[in-house]
């Protein structure tokens, strides 16, 4: 999820050839009610952003694993791992 509009994100879907859409939340409230937006810290300078996370949530709704601190290299084969 992001917090870019829902044309952002279609414009980089179709760029990208991804064949699902991204969730867009411009108002931040799904964001905000997940810990993913927040304060960050970088060079010394505070700011709110995106907070790298993601959430494995099963088919009733119900979170399973929070990820925090995504590494984006290896992240995709540890969510492969937790659901095979």
């Known amino acids: 999820m992001s917090a870019d509009s829902v044309q952002k994100q279609k414009n980089f879907c ?3 050839n991804f064949s699902y859409p991204i969730l867009a939340d411009e108002t931040k409230e799904t964001l905000k009610a997940y810990g993913a937006w927040g304060v ?7 700011y709110e952003g995106i907070i ?5 949530i ?3 709704g ?9 590494k ?6 540890e ?3 937790d659901i095979g």
């Not at 960050?40 to 505070?46: D, I, N, P, Q, V």
């Not at 119900?62 to 995504?70: A, F, M, R, S």
């Open 62 to 70: 119900i979170v399973e694993k929070v990820y925090d601190k995504v």
């Open 72 to 77: 984006t290299k290896s992240h995709a084969k």
């Open 58 to 60: 099963n088919e009733e």
């Open 40 to 46: 960050k810290k970088m060079y010394g300078r505070e």
């Open 14 to 16: 179709d760029k990208q």
């Open 79 to 81: 969510i492969l791992s």
């Open 52 to 56: 790298r996370c993601s959430f494995l």
